[in-house]
């Protein structure tokens, strides 16, 4: 007798969970990246109405940020929880509170935004109208493909570059401790089996 897995069996219905934000400048496009395998984190590619286009990582729009009543303060060092705590602490927890992580920020009701995460710089470009993703062959980037009047492409990392070498990596001293490893091994090896 084989059982099969449903996810509509569990304990409740799916359900989604929402959150609306205000962004202090207008949008007109945006766009989610994407990479090869899906395991990075995606971002959200805005459009601003003066053609400018703002990364927003997905810390900050994901519905699973606490509120800020999901917050506790932390209590000092020495101090011991009311009973009253104590019994809450062991309670069973809602089912939307075990969905919120901790990572994230707490949710605000306007985005804050960050010069840092404008990717097209202090560029003037007129006249775009689309944004397109695409993934790259490596999985931590993704291209963002803004079009209209003008062309802009960029690079965009939404986990850091985590499977990318550096462009200041030196390579020769990388070439040399290999290089000095295996004169070494080969050293080693003559000198027992001498």
Not at 84 to 109: A, G, I, S, W
């Amino acid at each position: 007798m084989t059982q099969h897995y449903s996810s509509f069996k569990e304990e409740s219905d799916p359900f989604a969970l929402h959150n609306s934000s205000i962004m202090p400048f207008v949008i007109k496009g945006l766009a989610m990246t994407e990479t090869a395998n899906h395991i990075s984190g995606r971002s959200l590619i805005l459009l601003s109405n003066e053609n400018k286009l703002y990364n927003v990582p997905q810390n900050l729009f994901s519905a699973r940020r606490p509120g800020k009543d999901d917050i506790e303060e932390p209590k000092g060092w020495f101090t011991m929880p009311d009973p009253e705590d104590l019994e809450k602490m062991f309670e069973e927890k809602p089912f939307d509170k075990q969905l919120k992580h901790v990572k994230y920020l707490p949710y605000q009701t306007v985005m804050p935004t960050y010069d840092q995460r404008w990717i097209s710089y202090d560029l003037r470009l007129t006249g775009l109208e689309k944004i397109k993703t695409f993934p790259t062959r490596l999985e931590s980037t993704s291209q963002v493909l803004a079009y209209g009047h003008d062309l802009f492409l960029v690079r965009v990392t939404p986990d850091k570059k985590f499977d990318m070498i550096d462009e200041e990596f030196n390579y020769a001293l990388l070439f040399l401790v290999i290089g000095a490893l295996m004169t070494a091994v080969y050293v080693l090896r003559r000198w027992i089996d001498g």
